[in-house]
T-cell receptor, first 115, second 113 residues
Framework: GDSVTQTEGQVTVSESKSLIINCTYSTTSIAYPNLFWYVRYPGEGLQLLLKVITAGQKGSSRGFEATYNKETTSFHLQKASVQESDSAVYYC????????????FGKGTHLHVLP | SVLLYQKPNRDICQSGTSLKIQCVADSQVVSMFWYQQFQEQSLMLMATANEGSEATYESGFTKDKFPISRPNLTFSTLTVNNARPGDSSIYFCSSLHPNTEVFFGKGTRLTVV
């Protein structure tokens, strides 16, 4: 079936350091899936951080970026210099087939940025 | 974008009782869904709320346990029947945009005691 794997449940980084949150996916769809990163800040709802719908392309938002790599089936989230305000839970997600409705989520990675 | 308002934000209920969660969209949306999230786990799609007809349930979720109504294109309710401690989780409503962007409510944290 379709799945998304985030290997780190929690990541702690000092402010101004670089960040990478790993995400790999698996899908049985013959179509290339659409890939997303969602973020939930404390006390807030889930919101879209970035999305990429074309393999090989990079998405970016708020200093974060992720590249859709179909060879390694990965969509890692990176940021060169994190801020304390980036502390949140980050979810990698995919829509296997744009004709379908189902969104498959990873378990989420809780990012703590130390001042 | 679409804003989804859920209420209540959180609730505590006794085992064996029922709880209703409401979701209101600030504009008409074609597709509306309900997700369940246990702590430290993925969001799991429970069902698609279909306007004016029965919801479509994913494996592991039934209409008897989680009846869903969707009387119009801006409103849906999820009911948790015969609540058990194992139902304690966060419930999210969401809508899917034609461009495949998904919007979420802030969630309802349910604790069953």
């Amino acid at each position: 079936g379709d799945s998304v794997t985030q290997t780190e449940g929690q990541v702690t980084v000092s402010e101004s350091k670089s960040l990478i949150i790993n995400c790999t996916y698996s899908t049985t769809s013959i179509a290339y899936p659409n890939l997303f990163w969602y973020v939930r800040y404390p006390g807030e709802g889930l919101q879209l951080l970035l999305k990429v719908i074309t393999a090989g392309q990079k998405g970016s938002s708020r200093g974060f970026e992720a590249t859709y790599n179909k060879e390694t089936t990965s969509f890692h989230l990176q940021k060169a210099s994190v801020q304390e305000s980036d502390s949140a839970v980050y979810y990698c997600a995919l829509v296997p087939d744009t004709n379908a409705y189902k969104v498959i989520f990873g378990k989420g990675t809780h990012l703590h940025v130390l001042p | 974008s679409v804003l989804l308002y859920q209420k209540p934000n959180r609730d505590i209920c006794q085992s064996g009782t029922s709880l209703k969660i409401q979701c209101v969209a600030d504009s008409q949306v074609v597709s509306m869904f309900w997700y369940q999230q246990f702590q430290e786990q993925s969001l799991m799609l429970m069902a698609t709320a279909n306007e004016g007809s029965e919801a479509t349930y994913e494996s592991g979720f039934t209409k008897d346990k989680f009846p869903i109504s969707r009387p119009n294109l801006t409103f849906s309710t999820l009911t948790v029947n015969n609540a058990r401690p194992g139902d304690s989780s966060i419930y999210f409503c969401s809508s899917l945009h034609p461009n495949t962007e998904v919007f979420f409510g802030k969630g309802t944290r349910l604790t069953v005691v």
